[in-house]
């Protein structure tokens, strides 16, 4: 057994997922990822550890812990509600060297700092500069990035920071929900890079990468959406999609025109667009198009094919980098995929 499988046995999951005073949480990821999470964290005893997005509690709990009595945990959520139980959680419990604070975990909590470890269960817009200068030397990193600037397409990451020079070592698929500038209230809509959405007669929404090219009324993507919706071009697939495979693929072509929607409720998509036209493939292999000679369909058609083509790449198997993003709202490091 691992270290991790070792604490998770003492640690009583569903008293912190289903909490008999506060009830069930939606904000929880499954055990299983946590634990995997956690193993590729590496967590050692007496190490000083800050994790962003509090959530059950329960993954704080593990790293308790993990971290033993001679170190520290400090965890951060953005939602006040969550950080409260939490803490009462750990207290009946008799953890009083983990620590939750109400705070946008983005910028990191520099009063605790530094961190030997750092985990985060939400995703950040980018690698941010602070977690990095809050990192000690050596410290370790595990975290889901964005591989392209549209909601739904990320992966996760284990950094390891050395110098202060952030250092990929290895990728592997998942992902959570976008971290917020406030508690995320419509756990079904991207907290980030929506650029339309519709909500009457269902709801659907759709995000572009060439937002930049848009105007102030948001007229390319309501065009999209909009061509997507009503008297759409639909065709089969033939194939089961990949879903992981297949947005690691096509994050990793960093075409501009590279789309994202939801077209009905838990169904992602993901294509190409342009002002005048657009095409997506949905989960279910389902094909949508504003037309049969569709531009994009074409396009589209061509992604599909070289993925295939590559043999449906995981995307374990992809070279990543850190890019360095600076003169931006909060500098940091982009994480690209390449093959």
Not at 27 to 39: C, D, G, K, Y
Not at 99 to 107: E, I, K, P
Request: charged share 20%.
């Amino acid at each position: 057994m691992t270290a991790v499988a070792d604490v998770a046995a003492t640690v009583p999951e569903r008293h912190y997922t289903h909490h008999d005073g506060r009830g069930a949480t939606p904000h929880r990821s499954n055990p299983a990822v946590i634990h995997r999470e956690l193993t590729t964290l590496d967590v050692q005893p007496g190490h000083h550890v800050a994790e962003f997005g509090t959530g059950s509690g329960y993954s704080g709990a593990l790293l308790a812990q993990l971290v033993g009595p001679t170190g520290t945990v400090t965890s951060l959520d953005i939602d006040d509600y969550l950080v409260k139980w939490a803490n009462l959680i750990h207290h009946e419990r008799g953890l009083d060297h983990v620590r939750c604070h109400v705070a946008d975990g983005t910028a990191g909590f520099p009063e605790r700092a530094p961190y030997d470890r750092i985990v985060a269960w939400c995703t950040p817009p980018l690698l941010p500069q602070e977690w990095v200068d809050q990192a000690a030397d050596d410290a370790v990193i595990v975290a889901p990035l964005p591989i392209a600037p549209v909601p739904g397409m990320t992966v996760v990451a284990k950094i390891r920071v050395s110098g202060g020079v952030p250092v990929v070592e290895e990728v592997f698929n998942g992902g959570y929900t976008e971290a917020t500038a406030s508690p995320k209230a419509d756990l079904d809509l991207p907290g980030r890079w929506l650029d339309w959405e519709t909500r009457v007669p269902g709801a659907a929404w759709v995000s572009i990468a060439w937002r930049q090219d848009d105007d102030y009324l948001h007229t390319g993507a309501r065009t999209v959406l909009a061509r997507l919706l009503k008297d759409a071009h639909t065709e089969p697939y033939g194939r089961e999609i990949d879903w992981s495979s297949w947005r690691a693929f096509a994050a990793s072509l960093a075409d501009p025109h590279l789309t994202a929607a939801g077209l009905s409720a838990g169904m992602w998509a993901i294509g190409h667009s342009t002002p005048s036209s657009a095409a997506v493939v949905q989960q279910d292999g389902s094909v949508v198009a504003d037309s049969p000679d569709s531009l994009s369909l074409a396009v589209l058609r061509e992604w599909l094919a070289a993925w295939e083509g590559a043999g449906r790449p995981a995307p374990e198997t992809y070279g990543p980098a850190l890019v360095r993003c600076d003169g931006e709202e909060r500098g940091g490091w982009r994480l690209r995929l390449s093959r």
